[in-house]
């Protein structure tokens, strides 16, 4: 069984620039997380989709978009970057029914210069 | 808002059991709490969640107060491996939200 895979696992920006990050989720799973992790701290929620469709929000402002797509594969997308987007970006996803099990992939880490 | 209270951090020698507290005084009743660890440079993993009664499984043991509004999470024999940030979470409205956690130090 493949886990959740995200990618780039790293990568470097400047400021005003836009990133995508990606996500493959587990086999199975149709709900996506994402989270922001800034050095020393705990996971930020971002957003989630379930079925193509976002269904909860943190406090992000509207630069932080995302898609699901039918295979539950999902991206996160970052525009007009600030040099505080610099962090961990988490994916995690979860199978269907309420059993509260996230599957964390390993992050992307983006740098913004 | 997590919403939950943890220490900043606690110390443990190898081998022995260690109880993480963890308080959630506004729980409501159809709250559930969760806990999950990352290890150095690793994404978060799940370690164990419940409502209302004790919960075991080959990880830890999930101890809640009767009137719900703390929780403990047990890790029976402790070794170095288990050095971690441990988050207990309020998963209200099916969301996961972290706080700042507890950072476990094992001592060899």
């Known amino acids: 069984e493949t886990g959740v895979t995200q990618s780039p696992t790293h990568l470097i920006k400047t400021r005003g620039q836009q990133v995508t990050l990606r996500c493959s989720s587990q086999s199975g799973h149709n709900t996506v997380s994402w989270y922001q992790q800034a050095l020393g701290q705990g996971p930020q929620f971002i957003f989630q989709y379930y079925r193509e469709e976002e269904n909860g929000r943190g406090n992000f402002p509207p630069r932080f978009s995302g898609l699901q797509f039918p295979n539950y594969s999902s991206e996160l997308n970052v525009n007009a970057l600030e040099l505080d987007d610099s962090a961990l970006y988490l994916c995690?996803?979860?199978?269907?029914?309420?059993?509260?099990?996230?599957?964390f992939g390993e992050g992307s880490r983006l740098t913004v210069l | 808002d997590a919403k939950t209270t943890q220490p900043n951090s606690m110390e443990s020698n190898e081998e022995e059991p260690v109880h993480l507290p963890c308080n959630h005084s506004?729980?409501?009743?159809?709250?559930?709490i969760h806990w999950y660890r990352q290890l150095p440079s690793q994404g978060p993993e799940y370690v164990i969640h419940g409502l209302t009664s004790n919960v075991n499984n080959r990880m830890a043991s999930l101890a809640i107060a009767e009137d719900r509004k703390s929780s403990t999470l047990i890790l029976h024999r402790a070794t170095l491996r288990d050095a971690a940030v441990y988050y207990c979470i309020r998963n209200s409205d099916d969301k996961i939200i972290f706080g700042k956690g507890t950072r476990l130090h094992i001592l060899p």
């Open positions: 506004t729980i409501s009743g159809t709250d559930y």
């Open positions: 995690a996803s979860s199978p269907p029914g309420l059993t509260g099990e996230l599957f």
